[in-house]
């Protein structure tokens, strides 16, 4: 028998979910899955209809303005969110051809990224230490405010 104080004793089921085996689709454009909320178009559903925004990622807006080294920072933030939510798919699907491929794209994007960021301005993680800098000879994470210290104020 079961303990009555854990149990639920609400009289009804609200809800019962259901949740489908998600299938490989061509996945957005980096920008538009920023601004989607998701790398994948199926997983884009409308629950509630919001006012279509403009987005700030689009042409004439702040990032036009934004210097170089901020456009530099949204590019890393746009791939690093890319390969957060393809981890999700890769976490039910391992051997998905198409999304290991990108997976692996998206990380040497990033790499590259950071390691163009620590050249020009200071290391943002530890592995672009190096990767920024190949002929260093001390581990250090250089001048100046790294970004979440104002660094790009």
Known sequence: MSNPSTCCSCPETLAMASVPIQEWCEPYDLETALREGTVF?????EFFKAEDIKSSLKSGSALDKASERECLMNEINTVSFAINDLTLYLDTHPTCQNGLSLFKELLQRRLDLLAEYAEKYNPLTQ???ITGDPETSEYGW???PAPWE????
Request: glycine fraction near 26%.
């Open 41 to 45: 178009p199926s997983l884009n559903l």
């Open 127 to 129: 592995i672009s230490m």
């Open 142 to 144: 250089g001048e100046g």
């Open 150 to 153: 104002g660094g790009l104020i």
